[in-house]
Protein backbone atom coordinates (compact mmCIF):
# COMPACT_ATOMS: atom_id res chain seq x y z
CA UNK A 1 0.00 0.00 0.00
CA UNK A 2 1.53 3.32 -0.99
CA UNK A 3 0.04 6.73 0.19
CA UNK A 4 -2.94 9.54 -0.58
CA UNK A 5 -4.10 9.80 -4.21
CA UNK A 6 -6.11 12.16 -5.02
CA UNK A 7 -8.54 10.83 -8.03
CA UNK A 8 -10.46 13.01 -10.68
CA UNK A 9 -13.57 11.41 -12.23
CA UNK A 10 -11.99 9.10 -14.88
CA UNK A 11 -10.73 6.78 -12.93
CA UNK A 12 -13.29 6.12 -10.39
CA UNK A 13 -15.86 6.42 -13.27
CA UNK A 14 -13.83 3.46 -15.11
CA UNK A 15 -12.88 1.31 -11.98
CA UNK A 16 -16.55 1.70 -10.77
CA UNK A 17 -18.32 0.47 -13.73
CA UNK A 18 -16.12 -2.86 -13.78
CA UNK A 19 -16.99 -3.50 -10.35
CA UNK A 20 -13.21 -2.77 -9.31
CA UNK A 21 -13.14 0.38 -7.19
CA UNK A 22 -11.99 -1.26 -4.47
CA UNK A 23 -8.74 -1.59 -6.09
CA UNK A 24 -7.84 2.35 -5.33
CA UNK A 25 -8.80 1.12 -1.11
CA UNK A 26 -6.41 -1.91 -1.53
CA UNK A 27 -3.32 0.03 -3.57
CA UNK A 28 -3.74 3.45 -1.45
CA UNK A 29 -3.61 4.37 1.96
CA UNK A 30 -5.97 7.13 1.48
CA UNK A 31 -8.06 8.30 -1.21
CA UNK A 32 -9.20 12.03 -1.98
CA UNK A 33 -11.72 12.95 -4.32
CA UNK A 34 -12.33 16.59 -4.73
CA UNK A 35 -16.01 17.68 -3.97
CA UNK A 36 -16.17 19.18 -7.83
CA UNK A 37 -15.37 15.66 -9.28
CA UNK A 38 -17.68 13.91 -6.67
CA UNK A 39 -20.33 16.51 -7.65
CA UNK A 40 -19.50 15.88 -11.21
CA UNK A 41 -20.09 12.06 -10.53
CA UNK A 42 -22.97 12.24 -8.48
CA UNK A 43 -25.04 14.75 -11.01
CA UNK A 44 -25.00 12.24 -13.65
CA UNK A 45 -25.40 9.49 -10.76
CA UNK A 46 -28.13 7.91 -13.09
CA UNK A 47 -26.52 7.91 -16.35
CA UNK A 48 -23.13 7.42 -15.43
CA UNK A 49 -21.85 3.94 -15.03
CA UNK A 50 -19.90 3.41 -12.01
CA UNK A 51 -21.63 6.23 -10.07
CA UNK A 52 -23.46 3.60 -7.97
CA UNK A 53 -20.27 2.10 -7.53
CA UNK A 54 -18.47 5.86 -6.13
CA UNK A 55 -21.84 6.41 -4.43
CA UNK A 56 -21.29 3.14 -2.10
CA UNK A 57 -17.82 3.70 -1.58
CA UNK A 58 -17.73 5.18 1.99
CA UNK A 59 -13.79 4.87 1.72
CA UNK A 60 -13.31 7.53 -0.31
CA UNK A 61 -12.51 11.07 1.61
CA UNK A 62 -14.31 14.10 0.01
CA UNK A 63 -12.48 17.26 0.41
CA UNK A 64 -12.69 20.95 -0.98
CA UNK A 65 -9.42 23.15 -1.76
CA UNK A 66 -8.61 25.53 0.69
CA UNK A 67 -6.76 27.92 -1.75
CA UNK A 68 -8.41 30.68 -3.97
CA UNK A 69 -8.20 29.54 -7.23
CA UNK A 70 -5.57 29.55 -9.81
CA UNK A 71 -6.27 31.90 -12.52
CA UNK A 72 -4.67 30.06 -15.53
CA UNK A 73 -6.13 26.47 -14.25
CA UNK A 74 -9.61 28.44 -13.81
CA UNK A 75 -9.43 29.41 -18.17
CA UNK A 76 -7.69 26.02 -19.12
CA UNK A 77 -9.70 23.03 -17.14
CA UNK A 78 -12.81 22.08 -15.62
CA UNK A 79 -13.48 22.37 -12.18
CA UNK A 80 -13.01 18.84 -11.66
CA UNK A 81 -9.53 18.77 -13.01
CA UNK A 82 -8.61 22.06 -11.58
CA UNK A 83 -9.63 20.74 -8.05
CA UNK A 84 -7.48 17.75 -8.91
CA UNK A 85 -4.40 19.98 -9.17
CA UNK A 86 -5.11 22.41 -6.52
CA UNK A 87 -5.75 19.95 -4.12
CA UNK A 88 -2.80 17.88 -5.10
CA UNK A 89 -0.95 21.09 -4.26
CA UNK A 90 -2.55 21.42 -0.52
CA UNK A 91 -0.68 17.71 -0.03
CA UNK A 92 2.45 17.80 -1.18
CA UNK A 93 3.52 13.81 -1.79
CA UNK A 94 0.28 12.84 -2.80
CA UNK A 95 -0.25 10.96 -6.11
CA UNK A 96 -2.72 12.41 -9.06
Known amino acids: MTGIIICDAGP ?11 LLKELFVEVIV ?5 DEIQIEQGTLPGALAFRDASWLKILR ?22 LARENPGSAV
Open 12 to 22: LIALGSIGELR
Open 34 to 38: PGAVA
Open 65 to 86: STSPPDPLLTITLDAGERSVIE
